[in-house]
């Protein structure tokens, strides 16, 4: 499956936006999806999942309240609304897909889970 995120841009803290990734040529609810991102210099690290049956959602705790990920199935879209931006926020943000299922109901959150991967969208905040 090939991935395409898209939505990235500069804001200033306490803003909004909302990542979209399309996905094309496989079939699209086969697949548990999330966010990572990456700040230079730093690992790539995870930001959220949604689950490709019951669209069950899992954040990491530095965007949980703040950052909803949400998918449609219709669209093979997956979506992360970003909202009360904080500096410490960016990073490049790219969306994986995983077709493993989740082991005992826990998703994956390593990178090395995950295979296939976009190419990321610049999200730049500005404090």
């Known amino acids: 499956v090939q991935l395409q995120a898209s939505g990235g841009g500069l804001v200033q803290a306490g803003d909004s936006l909302r990542l979209s990734c399309a996905a094309s040529?496989?079939?699209?609810?086969?697949?548990?999806m999330a966010w990572f991102r990456q700040a230079p210099g730093k690992e790539r690290e995870f930001v959220a999942t949604?689950?490709?049956?019951?669209?069950?959602?899992y954040y990491a705790d530095s965007v949980k309240g703040r950052f909803p990920i949400s998918r449609d199935n219709t669209r093979n879209a997956v979506y992360l609304q970003m909202n009360s931006l904080k500096s410490e926020d960016t990073a490049v943000y790219l969306c994986?897909?995983?077709?493993?299922?989740?082991?005992?109901?826990?998703?994956?959150?390593?990178?090395?889970?995950?295979?296939?991967w976009g190419q990321g969208t610049q999200v730049t905040v500005s404090s």
């Open positions: 994986a897909a995983d077709i493993h299922p989740w082991v005992a109901g826990i998703p994956s959150k390593t990178v090395k889970k995950y295979d296939y």
């Open positions: 040529g496989g079939t699209f609810s086969d697949y548990h």
């Open positions: 949604v689950s490709r049956e019951s669209g069950r959602t």
